[in-house]
Nanobody, 124 residues
Framework: QVQLVESGGGLVQPGGSLRLSCAASGSIFSIRAMGWYRQAPGKQRELVATITSGGSTNYADSVKGRFTISRDNAKNTVYLQMNSLKPEDTAAYYC??????????????????WGQGTQVTVSS
């Protein structure tokens, strides 16, 4: 079993910053891509940013230049530094990771794992 636990959400004024963290634990042999998604009330979940195990990143156009995704492979942790926050960034933010619990040669298979979400509210 694998758990992803997010932290760092909260209430911040427009123009402010927050740093989200997501730590993966449990039966983990390897982690491929990790990422952050968000879902605002009444809207579909959308990709915010992803990062590969090698450090290649991808961002939604709406957050480019303001958000930075990073990861610590030794700690199985991914971060999202959010600067210049806007009210439209308000959403529940979810961590995602592609997990391999045991080697493929002994029957392991990659599967997606999700965190429980952390709320980010940008308001004055």
């Amino acid at each position: 079993q694998v758990q992803l636990v997010e932290s760092g959400g909260g209430l911040v004024q427009p123009g402010g910053s927050l740093r989200l963290s997501c730590a993966a634990s449990g039966s983990i042999f390897s982690i491929r891509a990790m990422g952050w998604y968000r879902q605002a009330p009444g809207k579909q979940r959308e990709l915010v940013a992803t990062i590969t195990s090698g450090g290649s990143t991808n961002y939604a156009d709406s957050v480019k230049g303001r958000f930075t995704i990073s990861r610590d492979n030794a700690k199985n942790t991914v971060y999202l530094q959010m600067n210049s926050l806007k009210p439209e960034d308000t959403a529940a933010y979810y961590c995602n990771a592609d997990i391999l619990s045991r080697p493929t040669v002994v029957g392991g298979a990659w599967f997606p794992s999700w965190g429980q979400g952390t709320q980010v509210t940008v308001s004055s």
